[in-house]
């Protein structure tokens, strides 16, 4: 059985609040390839579902919309409002990672990997 968000919310013991921290979606402060800062108001940034952050020349030039991480397309990343602007749900509450992930990745393994992928919507991966 597969664990639920339920199963580690309780095993972890976090309040609901906690687990919203948690839950978040992740702002990573630089694209995974070639580390160019992407800060939380950044326009540049790119994510697949499960967030792997890269910036849009990278997604478009280099990776062909093909997440060499899970083989999925890439979505503009959503900017968290900087203010406070409803019930704490902003940046100053929930801020961006620190923590860079640098992992640039090898063209060469990678056209192999997104060859026919590339050509393949996300919707229909
Ligand atoms: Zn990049
Ligand atoms: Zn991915």
Known sequence: MPISKEDLRQKYG?????????????LRPTCEHCDRAL????????????????????VDTLLGNVCPNCGGGFSPRPIRPAR????????????????????PVDPTAHAGFAQTLRNVPPEQR
């Open 14 to 26: 976090l309040t609901d609040e906690e687990f919203d921290v948690v839950e978040a979606l992740a």
């Open 84 to 103: 406070n602007w409803k019930n704490g749900n902003y940046l100053g509450a929930i801020p961006a990672r620190t923590l860079r992930k640098h992992r």
């Open 39 to 58: 800060p939380p108001e950044s326009t540049e940034a790119r994510i697949c579902s499960f967030e792997c952050t890269f910036c849009a020349t990278c």
